[in-house]
Every structure is written in structure tokens, then in C-alpha cells.
């Protein structure tokens, strides 16, 4: 009869010990305990980057109807010689909401067109040096009185062209001349002053004092430009540069922050000797320099608003062009206001400054006006 037998046991098992099982369960727990708080993280990172996400664009909102900031194409590029000039080969815009919404062109030297013509005779160059009001901040390329005098000065096979850098005063105009003379290869040199410059000189940007009659070249901070150059070539940078207003109050603010020496600021009423000595010594060597290539030496003041009331109210001239005046007479040098001409042929003197300081179309065609008539007794 057989016997129900129980299967034998397994004589290798051994049964665990209790110090073992709770091992396990610890290591369960620490593994479901780190899933865990990889988990929350995740979602804590997710709710903080939505969270940003949502403050940006209630910022941009704000900002766009609020306290619009200024947007546009990468404006400035690296020159060796010469530091931050336009940039080369490039139609761009900028945008001032409010002010002005202007598109420009630069050609490949990095100098903003007078003519849509890509081949003329000329028999005469006339090059013009100046800073952002001679570039034509505000307008559009037609729109500048470079644009307007080539227009004008064409049929009597005058080339004008157009140097004019924002931010530049009269050491720029020496540096400019010296590094591009050989291309340009100009017959008329005139220099577009303005009351800034003499601020600008002041700051010692291209040279430095080297005793009381010389001048010293200064070197560039290459690795600021080494920086904003490899910055600049981002698609992304270059996007938010266009379009975000956030994007750009941010940016002026890091710049303002971290980089002020490249900042530049105003005070319109700036009276100081030594940067009128400074710039003594800079016109006059300007003038060394184009006595000895045999180039014609004019010098234009560009007048700021506040020059144009003085003289109309007070029939007096305030201290940066009562300095530049003194030193052409003084030196030969021949020279010309804006400023009374343009009292004289316009009354309204707002009609021809835009909000923020520069000339308005209006403005730049009576220049354009002006400095024809005067290039045409010379």
C-alpha cells in the first residue's frame, strides 16, 4: 500500500536571518525614498521654470506696453585699429517705440551708404567724420544729409562718404582719417563736431596725452571684444536682440553693471580745461596729418537743441562751440555752424530734433541743405 510521502527537504536552504531581511527592506525603502525625492525635484524644477516662464512674459507684456525699450539688428562689430565700429555688409533696424523705427545699411568697410549706386565716376571724395548724428541714428538711409548731399553733389562728380560712428568725438576723427586714408583716399576732410565730443576726447579712448605736443596711441581691451564678439554670433542672442523687450532692459542693465567703462553718458553742460586742452592737441595734429597729405581741413558744428535756443533767445553761443569756433579762427581752419543757419531757416526748432536728442528727417535735410550750399562756393 503505498505511503503519502512528503517530498524531502531541501537541505541547502537555510533560513534568513533576521538582520538580513531588515537590510532589505531598508535598501527598498532608500531606493523608493531616492525615486521619490528624484520625483518631487523634477516636479519642484518644472513648477520653478513654469513659474519664470510665466513671470517673463507677464514682464514683456508690461514692458511692451509700459516702458517700451529699444530693439534692433547687432549694431557694432570689432575693428582692430579701431575698436567698435558699425557692423560691415549689413541691413539692419532699430526700433525706439515712440521715437523712431528706422532701417539702415552698411557697406563693407563698415560705413553707412550715401548712394544706392554701385559704380559712378568721381572726380572729388569728400569724407565726413563725425558721430551719431553724421551715422544718422533716427533715420533712414535716404533720410541722412550724407544720403541727401550725395544726392545733390552727384552731377558735379562729388563722392561723399559717410564715417560717421556713434559715440566718436575728435580723436576718433584722427584715428579714422589715419587708418583709412589710403582707401578713401579723400580731397575734402570735414570734421562733423558736437558738443560731446569734447567729453569723449576726455576719456582718452584712442590716445593718451604723451608730453604737452604728442599724442599716444592707446591699445583696446581685447578681451571685451573677444567677449561681445563671440556673444554676438549667437542666432539666440541675435533673436532676443530683435524682439524681447525684457531681453534688452536686461542686457543694458548688465552692461551698466559689469562693464561701465564701455558706458557712455552725457552732461551737456561739461566744462572742463584739461579736455579742452586735450582736444587742442588732437586738432591740431588732425590738421598736421591732412596739411601733409594736401587734404582740405573743414570743421561743422553739429548743434544740440539747447545750443540752438541759447543763440535764439540769448544770441550767444554756449561753451563747445564757442571752443571750436576759437580754434579754427585761431588756426586757419575753416569752419561752419549749424546752428545759426538753422535758427535762421526754421523757427520751430522742435521740428527738427527727435525726442531723444537727434536730428529728424526735417533736420537732417536742412543740413543737407546747408552744407551744399557751402561745398558749392568752395
Known amino acids: ?14 533560513t534568513a536571518p533576521h538582520s538580513n531581511i531588515t537590510n532589505k527592506v531598508d535598501t527598498n525603502r532608500k531606493v523608493n525614498g531616492g525615486k521619490n525625492r528624484m ?15 510665466i513671470a517673463c512674459a507677464i514682464g514683456e507684456v508690461a514692458l ?9 539688428t547687432q549694431q557694432f562689430s570689432n575693428h582692430k585699429d579701431l575698436g567698435l565700429l558699425p557692423v560691415p555688409n549689413q541691413e539692419g533696424f532699430y526700433l525706439y517705440p515712440g521715437v523712431y523705427n528706422y532701417t539702415y545699411t552698411n557697406d563693407a568697410s563698415a560705413r553707412r551708404i550715401t548712394s544706392k549706386d554701385k559704380a559712378a565716376n568721381y572726380n572729388k571724395t569728400v569724407m565726413l567724420i563725425g558721430d551719431s548724428f553724421t ?30 560712428t556713434p559715440g566718436k568725438g575728435t580723436d576718433y576723427a584722427l584715428k579714422y582719417y589715419k587708418v583709412f586714408k589710403e582707401e578713401v583716399k579723400p580731397d575734402v576732410v570735414i570734421y562733423m563736431s558736437h558738443f560731446n565730443d569734447l567729453q569723449d576726447n576726455f576719456r582718452e579712448y ?49 552692461v551698466t553693471v559689469m562693464m561701465p567703462a564701455h558706458v557712455i553718458a ?12 586735450f582736444t587742442n592737441l588732437i586738432l591740431d595734429n588732425l590738421q598736421s596729418e591732412l596739411e601733409k597729405d594736401s587734404v582740405e581741413f573743414h570743421t ?22 564757442s571752443f571750436f569756433k576759437n580754434y579754427c579762427e585761431t588756426n586757419g581752419v575753416a ?44
Open 206 to 254: 584712442y590716445y593718451e596725452r604723451n608730453g604737452s605736443t604728442t599724442l599716444k596711441e592707446k591699445k583696446f581691451d581685447a578681451a571685451f571684444y573677444s567677449r561681445k564678439k563671440s556673444i554676438s554670433k549667437s542666432k539666440v542672442y541675435r533673436w532676443f536682440s530683435r524682439n524681447s523687450h525684457l531681453f534688452s532692459l536686461v542686457k543694458s542693465f548688465v
Open 1 to 14: 500500500m503505498e505511503q503519502n510521502l512528503k517530498k524531502p527537504y531541501n537541505l541547502n536552504y537555510r
Open 300 to 321: 561743422f558744428y553739429i548743434p544740440h537743441e539747447n545750443d540752438m535756443k541759447e543763440l535764439k533767445t540769448a544770441n550767444k553761443l554756449r561753451g563747445p562751440e
Open 135 to 164: 551715422y544718422g541714428i533716427g533715420v533712414n538711409d535716404h533720410e541722412t544729409f550724407a544720403y541727401q548731399l550725395q544726392d545733390k553733389l552727384k552731377s558735379n562728380g562729388v563722392q561723399i562718404v559717410n564715417c560717421g
Open 335 to 378: 569752419y561752419k555752424s549749424f546752428t545759426d543757419e538753422m535758427v535762421n531757416r526754421n523757427q520751430n526748432i522742435e521740428e527738427l530734433y527727435l525726442e531723444e536728442g537727434h536730428w529728424t528727417p526735417k533736420g537732417h535735410a536742412l543740413a543737407a541743405d546747408i552744407l551744399f550750399e557751402y561745398l558749392k562756393e568752395k
Open 266 to 277: 552725457y552732461e551737456e553742460d561739461f566744462e572742463n580745461k584739461d579736455a579742452n586742452d
Open 39 to 53: 520625483k518631487k525635484f523634477f516636479q519642484n524644477f518644472g513648477m520653478m521654470l513654469f513659474s519664470i516662464l
Open 64 to 72: 511692451r506696453f509700459l516702458f517700451p525699450q529699444k530693439l534692433g
